[in-house]
């Protein structure tokens, strides 16, 4: 299992430069004149830098004497105003540089999220939810620190370093010739060494991604895991995870670390050369002590730009790697969306629906057809029930007239028009529903309820809360509606999390319900009553119905009859028992049951 990890992480494609990074200059380029602030500070502060060495060399050269007093003074002063420029400058640069680090990140953050919440559900159906919320989270952090204190960095040394080797050039030609054949001691390594930090960031994220994608979904199910004592190896298989983990971020740890040793040990070596010959330089009178000492600062200034670039590519190479992964997100595609000049429902909207020769298969499983020229019409104000085995096809109605899922053939309509020609805020904004395994969210009952419409008064939640016999277990609470139901409802039994969904779609007060076992998980006492409430809900509108329970649907307007996607029956239930062997075996065993 712990090998799983590693498997996922290098079974990824990786970026082999930093074109990922340019996906965001999107979200760059809309704070242009923060970045103009911050570069102007920047070069005020590199430039306040760089003229230190110019006065170190005058002041040795002229010499410490008393005669040259006034004019010392006059070079201190004028440093505590190149001071004062950088103390500025480095400020007014830190917080800008800063700023848009956490501004990007927001915005990169709400735009993934937007894009995640528009993709369909079939993408979640093959991907851990954990490693979605990791790149959501700890992927963009890394980004984060990119354009932030990275940036910062980055940008402060680069100025830097092309302004100290400018000042080489000019203070001393022939030393800055021997300097360049440094160089590419200093870039080659870099070049070439780095895509093999990239290459392990990538991975190392990866990793992390997988493990974190483990705990959570074994955290949802805790109680599964302890049900059948599985603490300790769940416990060891995350623990061979953590270590897989650390031993892909060691890796990395150590290749930036040959990389720093290799640029920080040429560098300063050179420097060392430098003064070696500089002093020779000297002794032949070629040029002055303060010469050398003004292209020694430049060199140090340039050699410690050059190690501080070195470390930053690192980070780069991280943040390279995140933006890889959110580049996957951004880029996935939703397998529906709405047209690009969608119809409009009438309003208001009345609720017929038609399936007309409608077929559909799983792209997973396309060798099984679901569903097989399914027909049918439902009238506004029309309950109809839909009932077969296991399997039969049942659920997916729902999801093909939500368009989740798109027939392979036929067309299914809503008032007469094609869903997949409708807005999908517009289609399922008159559709109301109720899952046989709902779901509840952190937050409060009032919250929950809510969601069906969520500018809905205190008065209409309270009131759909009774109507769906909520408030039977609400109004007994301490904190009533505002009482905290934990992640998924966890507080709640089963039959509570129904009647909370069912009371969402009465608020919702959509003009088309479906229920798909709406009342599986309520007690006899409570299935009666919210079977009273639904029969309240459901007068005016369109109410198509899943039931294994024959009981629970025998007075619905018609009942369809699925087996293996086909529909082999449609009647009320005295019909239904008279013609339909299926139908008629179902009655049996119930009621007989019964």
């Known amino acids: 299992m712990s090998n799983s990890f590693e498997k996922e992480a290098k079974s990824r494609a990786k970026t082999k430069n930093l074109r990922p990074l340019v996906r965001l200059l999107p979200f760059i380029m809309k704070y242009r004149w923060q970045m103009v602030i911050a ?29 040259n007093a006034n004019l010392i003074n006059q070079y201190f002063l004028g440093m505590f105003a190149v001071v004062a420029a950088l103390a500025t400058g480095s400020a007014v640069r830190f917080y800008y540089v800063m700023w ?9 953050r709400d735009a993934l999220f937007r894009h995640l919440m528009e993709l369909t559900p079939s993408f979640y159906e093959s991907q851990k939810t954990g490693e979605v919320v990791s790149r959501l989270t700890a992927d963009t952090t890394q980004i984060k620190s990119a354009f932030s204190s990275t940036a910062s960095i980055a940008l402060r040394n680069l100025v830097t370093l092309i302004g100290a080797l400018a000042m080489m050039i000019y203070t001393s030609p022939r030393m800055s010739g021997l300097a360049a054949l440094a160089i590419p001691a200093v870039v080659l390594p870099l070049v070439f060494y780095g895509r093999r930090v990239r ?13 974190a994608a483990f705990a959570q979904e074994r955290l949802s199910g805790i109680q599964a ?5 599985q603490e300790k190896a769940t416990t060891s298989t995350f623990a061979a995870a953590t270590i897989q983990a650390f031993q892909a971020a060691q890796s990395r740890t150590f290749a930036r670390s040959i990389l720093t040793f290799a640029i920080i040990s040429v560098s300063l070596g050179s420097i060392v050369a430098l003064l070696w010959f500089g002093a020779h330089e000297v002794l032949a009178g070629r040029i002055t002590g303060g010469t050398l000492g003004q292209f020694v600062l430049y060199a140090v200034f340039a050699s410690s730009a050059l190690g501080q670039l070195s470390e930053v590519w690192g980070e780069v190479q991280l943040a390279a790697g995140a933006a890889e992964r959110i580049s996957e997100l951004l880029d996935e595609e939703p397998n529906i969306a709405s047209p690009p000049s969608p119809m409009i429902l009438p309003k208001p909207v009345q609720g017929a629906v038609q399936f007309a020769n409608v077929d559909f298969r799983y792209a997973a499983r396309p060798e099984a057809k679901v569903l097989s020229d399914i027909s049918f ?19 997916t109605l729902y999801a093909l007239l939500q368009r989740f899922q798109e027939p392979e053939k ?3 309509t809503l008032d007469g028009l094609d869903v997949s020609k409708l807005g999908l805020e517009d289609l399922r904004g008159a559709i109301a529903t109720v899952p046989q395994d709902p779901t509840i969210f952190s937050g409060t009952i009032a919250d929950n309820i809510r969601l069906g419409r969520p500018e809905a008064s205190d008065a ?20 009533k509606y505002n009482t905290l139901l934990g992640e998924r409802g966890i507080t709640l039994s089963g039959g509570q999390r129904q009647r909370l969904a069912i009371a969402r779609a009465i608020l919702r007060n959509a003009p088309v319900l479906l229920l798909d076992e709406a009342t599986s998980a309520l007690d006899a006492e409570s299935e009666s009553l919210i079977q009273e409430a639904l029969e309240i809900v459901t007068k005016g509108r369109t109410t198509l119905v899943i039931a294994h329970r024959l009981a629970t649907v025998r007075n619905a307007d018609r009942i369809i009859v699925l087996d293996q996607g086909k529909i082999v029956g449609i009647g009320t239930h005295a019909q239904l028992v008279k013609k339909s062997p299926l139908y008629a075996k179902l009655a049996k065993l119930q009621f007989t049951a019964q």
């Open 199 to 211: 290459a392990l960031s990538r991975t190392a994220q990866d990793t992390l991604a997988s493990s």
């Open 100 to 108: 848009l680090g956490e501004r990007i990140v927001a915005d990169v």
């Open 460 to 479: 209409d939640v309270v009131a759909a809360a009774k109507a769906a016999r909520v408030a039977e277990f609400a109004e007994k609470l301490p904190e």
């Open 39 to 67: 570069l102007i500070a920047l070069l005020v502060a590199s430039v306040a830098t760089l003229v230190v060495p110019i006065a170190v060399r005058r002041v040795l050269d002229n010499g410490f004497s008393t005669e």
């Open 225 to 229: 895991i302890q049900s059948n004592t």
């Open 377 to 395: 019409t439902a009238t506004p104000g029309e309950v109809i029930a839909v009932v077969g085995p296991s399997g039969a096809g049942k659920t």
């Open 410 to 412: 036929g067309v299914i």
